[in-house]
């Protein structure tokens, strides 16, 4: 099992920038891939960033592209990612997600652990 537990969210203006975190623990070898996810009111999660474990491999969705970076620190089992010039649709909750198989990143089926969300809101 792998335990996965978000920081940084909050309410800030269009233009700002955040920095979220996600820690994972437990059975952090079985996993080969951590990502971001979101979810804004009454829309499906979309896929944000995603990266390999060894940092060879980084998608991005085209709408943060640019914007958003995703990176890793694997001495503290931690993911980051840096969102930049925020915009009020970037308003949504925020989920870090752990891969185990070789699904493809972008897909959230592919992602076996979810942490609990942390919530990002972008007044405009």
């Known amino acids: 099992q792998v335990h996965l537990v978000e920081s940084g969210g909050g309410l800030v203006q269009a233009g700002d920038s955040l920095r979220l975190s996600c820690a994972a623990s437990?059975?952090?070898?079985?996993?080969?891939?951590m990502a971001w996810f979101r979810q804004a009111p009454g829309k499906g999660r979309e896929f944000v960033a995603g990266i390999t474990s060894n940092g060879s491999t980084i998608y991005y969705a085209k709408s943060v592209k640019g914007r958003f970076t995703i990176f890793g620190d694997n001495a503290k089992n931690t993911v980051y990612l840096r969102m930049n010039g925020l915009k009020s649709e970037d308003t949504a909750i925020y989920y870090c997600?752990?891969?185990?198989?070789?699904?493809?990143?972008?897909?959230?089926?592919?992602?076996?652990?979810w942490g609990q969300g942390t919530q990002v809101t972008v007044s405009s």
């Open positions: 997600t752990a891969r185990v198989g070789f699904g493809h990143m972008m897909d959230p089926s592919a992602h076996s652990y």
């Open positions: 437990g059975r952090t070898f079985s996993y080969n891939a």
